[in-house]
C-alpha cells in the first residue's frame, strides 16, 4: 500500500516562507509524476506544481510561477514545494499526488492523479 504523507505547513505572514514535504511510505512510487494541489474554503481542489520524477522537469500554475519552487530527492522518494513571498490567497489545504505508473505526463487536472497525501494546511495573514 502506498501512502504520501504530507507536512510542514502552518500559519504564516504575508511574505513570509513555508517549505512543504511530501515523502512516501509503503510500496514507493518512484517513478511517478507527482504534484502538489491546493483547495481553499469554498473552492475547487487546484493544480499548483508539479514534477516529471526522472527528469525534474517542473510545471507551475500561473498564480505560483517565480514564488513557489517544486524538487525532488529521488534517493528519499520525496517531494518539496518551497514557498515564497506567500500571500493571504495561497492559504488553502496543500495535498500531494502521484500520477499512476506509466502515465505520459505531468497534468494539471486532479482526476488524473491515482495517490493523494491527507493535506496540510497553510494560511498566510496579511
Known amino acids: 500500500q502506498v501512502q504520501l504523507v504530507e507536512s510542514g505547513g502552518g500559519l504564516v505572514q504575508a511574505g513570509d516562507s513555508l517549505r512543504l514535504s511530501c515523502a512516501q511510505s509503503?510500496?514507493?512510487?518512484?517513478?511517478?509524476?507527482m504534484a502538489w494541489f491546493r483547495q481553499a474554503p469554498g473552492k475547487e481542489r487546484e493544480f499548483v506544481a508539479g514534477?516529471?520524477?526522472?527528469?525534474?522537469?517542473?510545471k507551475y500554475a500561473d498564480s505560483v510561477k517565480g514564488r513557489f519552487t517544486m524538487t525532488r530527492d529521488i534517493g528519499e522518494n520525496t517531494v518539496y514545494l518551497q514557498m515564497d513571498s506567500l500571500i493571504p490567497e495561497d492559504t488553502a489545504v496543500y495535498y500531494c499526488?502521484?500520477?499512476?505508473?506509466?502515465?505520459?505526463?505531468?497534468?494539471?487536472?486532479?482526476?488524473?492523479?491515482?495517490?493523494w497525501g491527507q493535506g496540510t494546511q497553510v494560511t498566510v495573514s496579511s
Open positions: 499526488a502521484a500520477r499512476a505508473r506509466g502515465s505520459w505526463d505531468i497534468s494539471i487536472g486532479y482526476h488524473d492523479y491515482a495517490y
Open positions: 509503503g510500496r514507493t512510487l518512484s517513478g511517478h509524476h
Open positions: 514534477i516529471r520524477w526522472y527528469s525534474g522537469t517542473t
